[in-house]
C-alpha cells in the first residue's frame, strides 16, 4: 500500500501555492490536465425478481423493460445526461475531435452498458472501447471481497460494530423506528409488523460484513423504491401507490446506514478500495496515462473510496453519503505549467427527480468534497493531501 501512497504523493510533490478562499478551484493560472472519474452504473431494475424476502411485498412487483440487474432504458437516457453534461464541464480536457481516453467497467451487464452509453455521450461520434473482464468474471477493483480480504472475520466485524450508536443495533433499530414504521405502511402491514419484527443482526463472513434483519431489508427496499422512482415508473406502481419521492429520500438514509456500516468503517474501506485507488492513483500521475479515464462500479466502490478517504456528499434527494446512480467521485489534476499539481475532488450526481423526469443537471449536481487532513478551505495542496493520505482514514498508508 505504501506504493500507491508514493504515487498519489508524486502527483502532489510540491510546494503549495495560492488559492481563492472562496472557491476550490486554484488560482488564476491553474488549469486541469487529469480527470479521473470513478462512477456507479445507472438506474436498474432489482438484481432479483423478488427484492425482499418471501411474503413480505403485498401486491406484484413493477414490470421493467430489462432483465433483473440490467441497466435500463430509462437509464441509458438518464447517463447519456450525465456525459453530456461531463464533456460541457471538461470540455478544455478533452478538446476537439476524438481524444484517447481510458474507460474501464467491471463484468456487470449495467457497469459495461452505462460506461458505453457515457462514453458515446461524452464523445460523441467518436468509436471508444470499454475495457471489462469476462463476464462472470471477478475483477478485484470492483469486487474485493468476493473470497479474499486482508482482515479476518473477527476484525470485519469489529469494525463494522464499531459504527453502530452506543448500544449498538437494537440501539440503531429503536434510533429508525419511524422507518421501520414507514415500510411497514408502504408493505401494508397493519394486523402486524413486517419490518420492525426483524431485528438487525450484524456479522462477517470472508471479510464481507453481513447484515441481517430491519436494516438488511429497509435498506434494499428504499433502494428498490428509489429505482422504480428514477425509471419514471407511474406512482401508482411505485411502492403500491403508497410511497412519495419525499418519503423515498428520507427513507434512503437506511441505503446510507447500510454503507456506514458495512463500507465506510476505516479498516473495511482501506481493504476494499486499494485496488480501485490504485488505479486511480496511476490514472493521475502516469506519465503515459491519458487526460480523461473512467471508472464503472458500484454504489459499494463509492462507498468505500469514501469511507478510505474521508470523503462525505449529500447528493440533491438523496441521504448523506449514499451514492445514487450514475454518481460519481471526479479526481482533478490542476497545474500551473512549471511542474506544480494541485488536487480537487468533486461528487456529481443527478437528483431523483432528474432522473425521473430526464431534466438538466442543476449547479448543484456537483459539490467539492473535503479531504480529511486537508487544512485550507479551496482544496488540498500538495502538503495538505499527503496529510490526509497518511492519516487514519486512508488505505494508503500501509
Known sequence: MRLVMRVLAAVLATSAAASSATSATPASGWRIDRVVVVMRHGIRPPTKAEPLPAGLA??????????????????????????????????????????????????????????????????????????????????????????????????????????????????????????????DHI???????????????????????????????????????????AD?????????????????????ELHSWEFAVTARPPAI???????????????????????????????????LIGGALGLHWQAVQFATDDPPPGGALIFERWTDGSGRYRLAVRFRSQSLDEMRDLTPLSPAAVQTLRVAGCTESAGCDASGLRSALQSESSPLEK
Open 187 to 229: 408493505l401494508d402491514c397493519h394486523a402486524s409488523p413486517c419490518i420492525t419484527a426483524k431485528p438487525t443482526a450484524v456479522s462477517a463472513n470472508g471479510g464481507r460484513v453481513k447484515l441481517s434483519g430491519a436494516l438488511a431489508t429497509g435498506g434494499s427496499f428504499s433502494e428498490t423504491l428509489a429505482l422504480e422512482y
Open 58 to 183: 403485498p401486491a406484484p412487483w413493477p414490470a421493467w423493460d430489462v432483465g433483473w440487474g440490467e441497466l435500463s432504458h430509462h437509464g441509458e437516457q438518464a447517463v447519456t445526461m450525465l456525459g453530456a453534461f461531463d464533456r460541457a464541464t471538461y470540455a478544455d480536457v478533452l478538446g476537439s475531435g476524438c481524444p484517447a481516453i481510458r474507460a474501464v467497467a467491471d463484468t456487470d451487464q449495467r457497469t459495461v452498458r452505462t460506461a458505453e452509453v457515457y462514453v458515446a455521450a461524452l464523445l460523441p461520434g467518436c468509436k471508444t472501447s470499454v475495457d471489462h473482464k469476462a463476464a462472470g468474471e471477478r475483477d478485484p477493483r470492483f469486487s474485493p471481497f468476493d473470497g479474499t480480504s486482508p482482515l479476518t472475520n473477527a476484525e470485519t466485524a469489529a469494525a463494522a460494530n464499531a459504527a453502530l450508536p452506543q448500544g449498538g443495533a437494537s440501539q440503531l433499530d429503536r434510533d429508525l423506528a419511524d422507518d421501520w414504521a414507514a415500510i
Open 232 to 252: 419514471g415508473q407511474p406512482l401508482a406502481q411505485v411502492g403500491w401507490g403508497r410511497a412519495t419521492r419525499g418519503t423515498i429520500t428520507h427513507l434512503l
Open 269 to 303: 474501506a482501506r481493504a476494499g478500495s486499494s485496488a480501485l485507488l490504485r488505479e486511480v492513483a496511476s490514472a493521475l500521475s502516469a506519465p503515459d496515462a491519458p487526460a480523461y479515464s473512467l471508472f464503472v462500479g458500484h454504489d459499494t466502490n463509492l462507498a
